[in-house]
């Protein structure tokens, strides 16, 4: 609720205070004595478009200021400040303040923190609303007409809200698996062939080792094998060492017999070739040893080679490829089971889409009902409003799939048709200035209690009206103020009548220029205000009882 205006060098206005009650507060006065001037400085402070031409003239800069009760505790308001980062305005009041220079330019502030004109505009539309001929914001706009007609019907869409949830989920988590499996699918050609070369040497844990081991020992075969072939050479033989040491022994063991010594030597030589032969032997055995196969030799070192080269290509220690191995063949069987769950991802969005269809479709039926009361109540309206041939109707029409959304799958605009046989149309293209205020009207007190801002401004809604047309405005003005707070410029002294609140809007010359003045007025002067609504300039007796009596009725 709107609790104080300070206005200080805007337009015809030097500096002004007003103090605004809860209810209704109407603000009269002659043509031109500067009302949509006060409108003027309001919308500045909510955000709308700055004009330097606005500054008073001769003063370097004008300031609106306008404080609010401070809305209560969960209200979309607070998010949006925490969010913008401005702290503290949860005080006694609420104070958003623009300030505009003369030479162009403004700045905005909300508990006197500076802040973007947008966030200040987003703000402002959340604690005005203001209703004039021309304007086509808030109900005119069709962007809001489905949430009003939810508020109206109390309709709940979580469950719609919460299947769009689920069913986008389960768009993007197919998507995201159709992009994996594409990336993955581009190396399946490579996984193949890499898990072919694999298969084809199947390298084995440790394997790369032993096999330049036992190359080495073939290698170190070869080579002692030369020197040993020489040993034997010159010990193996007819003409070896061993052959002719045979032959000595026999000769002595013939003559052995014939000197004690012969049969000395003998016996040592016997002891001898005893060793020798363990070391023939020997050789052997070592000659079995170091004996190769060159084919065995050559499998060895190929298979070597292969597997050095499969982990060069690699980049792997001959030792990891085994482990490699394994990781390949799980990428692979993970792109032949992404191609499976495809389809799982799949039956998972089919059935998604199909419980949003079945929630947005009971939210239409809900929504549909609705409508019609609606369309009862505000028709219920429309006669005193001097509207009896119009009709008013709440559209309900289906989105493509692409504009389906958390709120459903239908658009919803507020319709009318001035004359019987006309077609309906969207409010500001078919009512005139006079009509669509009474529009306008009728559909805020049809929707009275339903949310929206606390603070409602109707710019001269009863113009072109009188009589009981403008008694009937007054009613419903009076009607809404017991929900909201509504300020009403008005022309109308039915409508004047039925404020709580009555300032008066009158131009004065100080210092040889004019200003514009706003004044509370008490009750001897509103009667004599709204005499001079009913008469004119001229102020009658008769018009002043006539102001008696609307006093007394309202």
Request: with cysteine.
């Given at each position: 609720?709107?609790?104080?205006?300070?206005?200080?060098?805007?337009?015809?206005?030097?500096?002004?205070?007003?103090?605004?009650?809860?209810?209704?507060?109407?603000?009269?006065?002659?043509?031109?004595?500067?009302?949509?001037?006060?409108?003027?400085?309001?919308?500045?402070?909510?955000?709308?478009?700055?004009?330097?031409?606005?500054?008073?003239?001769?003063?370097?800069?004008?300031?609106?200021?306008?404080?609010?009760?401070?809305?209560?505790?969960?209200?979309?308001?607070?998010?949006?400040?925490?969010?913008?980062?401005?702290?503290?305005?949860?005080?006694?009041?609420?104070?958003?303040?623009?300030?505009?220079?003369?030479?162009?330019?403004?700045?905005?502030?909300?508990?006197?923190?500076?802040?973007?004109?947008?966030?200040?505009?987003?703000?402002?539309?959340?604690?005005?609303?203001?209703?004039?001929?021309?304007?086509?914001?808030?109900?005119?706009?069709?962007?809001?007409?489905?949430?009003?007609?939810?508020?109206?019907?109390?309709?709940?869409?979580?469950?719609?809200?919460?299947?769009?949830?689920?069913?986008?989920?389960?768009?993007?988590?197919?998507?995201?698996?159709?992009?994996?499996l594409a990336a993955d699918s581009s190396e399946s050609a490579w996984l193949?062939?890499?898990?072919?070369?694999?298969?084809?040497?199947?390298?084995?844990?440790?394997?790369?080792?032993?096999?330049?081991?036992?190359?080495?020992?073939?290698?170190?075969?070869?080579?002692?094998?030369?020197?040993?072939?020489?040993?034997?050479?010159?010990?193996?033989?007819?003409?070896?060492?061993?052959?002719?040491?045979?032959?000595?022994?026999?000769?002595?063991?013939?003559?052995?017999?014939?000197?004690?010594?012969?049969?000395?030597?003998?016996?040592?030589?016997?002891?001898?070739?005893?060793?020798?032969?363990e070391g023939e032997g020997a050789l052997a055995r070592a000659a079995d040893?170091?004996?190769?196969?060159?084919?065995?030799?050559?499998?060895?070192?190929?298979?070597?080679?292969?597997?050095?080269?499969?982990?060069?290509?690699?980049?792997?220690?001959?030792?990891?490829?085994?482990?490699?191995?394994?990781?390949?063949?799980?990428?692979?069987?993970?792109?032949?089971?992404?191609?499976?769950?495809?389809?799982?991802?799949?039956?998972?969005?089919?059935?998604?889409?199909?419980?949003?269809?079945?929630?947005?479709?009971?939210?239409?039926?809900?929504?549909?009902?609705?409508?019609?009361?609606?369309?009862?109540?505000?028709?219920?309206?429309?006669?005193?409003?001097?509207?009896?041939?119009?009709?008013?109707?709440?559209?309900?029409?289906?989105?493509?799939?692409?504009?389906?959304?958390?709120?459903?799958?239908?658009?919803?605009?507020?319709?009318?048709?001035?004359?019987?046989?006309?077609?309906?149309?969207?409010?500001?293209?078919?009512?005139?200035?006079?009509?669509?205020?009474?529009?306008?009207?009728?559909?805020?007190?049809?929707?009275?209690?339903?949310?929206?801002?606390?603070?409602?401004?109707?710019?001269?809604?009863?113009?072109?009206?009188?009589?009981?047309?403008?008694?009937?405005?007054?009613?419903?003005?009076?009607?809404?103020?017991?929900?909201?707070?509504?300020?009403?410029?008005?022309?109308?002294?039915?409508?004047?009548?039925?404020?709580?609140?009555?300032?008066?809007?009158?131009?004065?010359?100080?210092?040889?220029?004019?200003?514009?003045?706003?004044?509370?007025?008490?009750?001897?002067?509103?009667?004599?205000?709204?005499?001079?609504?009913?008469?004119?300039?001229?102020i009658t007796d008769e018009a002043r009882a006539a102001a008696a009596r609307?006093?007394?009725?309202?």
């Amino acid at each position: 609720m709107l609790i104080a205006l300070s206005i200080r060098d805007i337009v015809l206005i030097d500096r002004l205070e007003l103090d605004f009650g809860s209810g209704l507060s109407v603000l009269t006065g002659e043509t031109g004595a500067g009302k949509s001037i006060l409108l003027d400085a309001l919308g500045l402070a909510l955000g709308a478009r700055a004009d330097s031409d606005l500054v008073r003239k001769g003063a370097d800069r004008g300031q609106v200021a306008a404080s609010f009760a401070p809305p209560p505790a969960g209200h979309a308001i607070w998010d949006m400040l925490e969010d913008a980062g401005i702290e503290g305005a949860r005080d006694e009041a609420l104070v958003i303040r623009r300030d505009l220079r003369a030479d162009g330019g403004s700045r905005a502030f909300i508990a006197d923190q500076p802040v973007s004109a947008a966030l200040l505009r987003d703000v402002g539309s959340m604690l005005v609303e203001i209703h004039g001929q021309h304007d086509e914001r808030g109900l005119l706009s069709a962007r809001g007409h489905r949430a009003l007609l939810d508020a109206f019907g109390r309709i709940d869409t979580a469950a719609v809200s919460n299947a769009w949830a689920a069913w986008q989920g389960a768009a993007t988590r197919l998507a995201e698996a159709q992009g994996r499996l594409a990336a993955d699918s581009s190396e399946s050609a490579w996984l193949d062939h890499a898990l072919a070369e694999f298969a084809a040497i199947a390298p084995q844990a440790g394997e790369e080792a032993a096999l330049a081991e036992s190359r080495a020992a073939m290698q170190k075969g070869e080579r002692l094998a030369e020197d040993m072939a020489a040993v034997l050479a010159q010990l193996m033989g007819s003409d070896g060492a061993l052959a002719q040491l045979r032959g000595s022994t026999r000769r002595l063991d013939r003559l052995a017999g014939e000197h004690p010594h012969f049969a000395e030597a003998l016996a040592a030589f016997d002891r001898a070739l005893a060793e020798c032969d363990e070391g023939e032997g020997a050789l052997a055995r070592a000659a079995d040893a170091l004996r190769h196969d060159p084919t065995e030799l050559d499998r060895i070192e190929t298979r070597l080679f292969d597997i050095r080269a499969l982990a060069r290509k690699h980049r792997v220690e001959a030792d990891a490829l085994g482990v490699l191995q394994a990781e390949l063949q799980q990428r692979r069987a993970a792109i032949d089971a992404g191609a499976d769950s495809l389809s799982a991802l799949e039956g998972a969005l089919t059935r998604a889409r199909d419980a949003y269809c079945t929630e947005a479709a009971k939210l239409t039926q809900v929504r549909h009902a609705a409508a019609l009361a609606l369309d009862a109540a505000v028709m219920l309206e429309l006669p005193p409003l001097k509207l009896d041939a119009a009709r008013f109707q709440t559209m309900i029409e289906p989105l493509a799939e692409g504009d389906w959304g958390a709120m459903g799958a239908e658009r919803v605009e507020f319709r009318i048709a001035t004359n019987h046989g006309s077609d309906f149309g969207a409010l500001i293209k078919i009512a005139s200035g006079g009509e669509l205020s009474r529009f306008l009207l009728a559909l805020k007190v049809a929707l009275a209690g339903v949310g929206g801002a606390q603070t409602i401004v109707f710019d001269e809604i009863d113009r072109g009206v009188g009589g009981a047309v403008a008694s009937a405005i007054g009613e419903r003005l009076a009607l809404l103020a017991r929900e909201r707070q509504i300020l009403v410029v008005t022309h109308s002294p039915q409508v004047a009548a039925r404020g709580g609140q009555h300032f008066l809007i009158q131009k004065t010359a100080m210092d040889d220029q004019t200003r514009a003045a706003v004044s509370l007025l008490d009750a001897p002067a509103r009667q004599e205000e709204i005499a001079r609504m009913l008469s004119g300039a001229a102020i009658t007796d008769e018009a002043r009882a006539a102001a008696a009596r609307l006093l007394e009725h309202v």
